[in-house]
């Protein structure tokens, strides 16, 4: 079963705002990270916030995690029409190695020039 | 420095058939990862192999099984096809051990189509 929800599935937006994703999961985690995906090929490493960081910045990106509560967002301000893609967020396998990751159904961002 | 390969690029195959997948890691890197992702969905975890040992494996039948060569190298191998293969697999490699990143490089995938 998948660990990361995503929400929303979907997103469309103008050039120039800023992207909300977020995402949700269900067990301790050391560490979650963001991938992101053009056009159903590989996937590319974003960022990776780890279990005892609150908030991270990466360029255009900002991803914050709250263990309480479970949950991560990231958000990308400024978007382009190059940002087009899927996003995913995922976690280590919880008893297992950081080689399984565990992703979400991802959301679907669509910027619109 | 190349990124991580994989071949071949797209494959159809029948239902009944065997399927082999290969992945080439980045230089360097020991541990191999497999996922499988259907049309819509996220990734899912099939096998990770680290020194040509398996480190842990998905929730997927025993059709599937895949090995680790002395380069590092790793192929996917599924049996007796069925439609519901049909899916984009990925090959991640990773730099283990004390200090290294959590971070995974994925390849560009194999779609595999099943009719």
């Known amino acids: 079963s998948q660990q990361g929800e995503e929400d929303p599935q979907a997103l469309s937006i103008q050039e120039g705002e800023n992207a909300t994703m977020n995402c949700s999961y269900k067990?301790?985690?050391?560490?979650l990270q963001w991938y992101r995906q053009n056009s159903g090929r590989g996937l590319v490493h974003l960022i990776l916030i780890r279990s005892n960081e609150r908030e991270k910045h990466s360029g255009r990106l900002r991803v914050t995690l709250d263990t309480s509560k479970k949950s991560s967002s990231l958000l990308i301000t400024a978007s382009r029409a190059a940002d087009t893609a899927s996003y995913f967020c995922?976690?280590?396998?919880?008893?297992?190695?950081?080689?399984?990751?565990?992703f979400g159904k991802g959301t679907k961002l669509s910027v619109k020039p | 420095d190349a990124g991580v390969t994989q071949s071949p690029t797209h494959l159809i195959k029948t239902r009944g058939q065997q399927v082999t997948l290969r992945c080439s890691p980045i230089s360097g890197h020991k541990s191999v990862s497999w996922y499988q992702q259907v049309l819509g969905q996220g990734p899912q975890f099939i096998f990770q192999y680290y020194e040509k040992e398996e480190r842990g494996r998905g929730n997927f039948p025993d059709r599937f099984s895949a090995r680790q060569f002395p380069n590092y190298s790793s192929e996917l191998n599924v049996n007796a096809l069925l439609l519901g293969d049909s899916a984009l697999y990925l090959c991640a490699s990773r730099l283990e051990g004390t200090g290294a990143s959590y971070e995974q490089y994925f390849g560009p995938g194999t779609r595999l189509t099943v009719t």
């Open positions: 067990t301790s985690i050391n560490n």
């Open positions: 995922a976690t280590p396998h919880y008893g297992g190695s950081q080689g399984n990751l565990i």
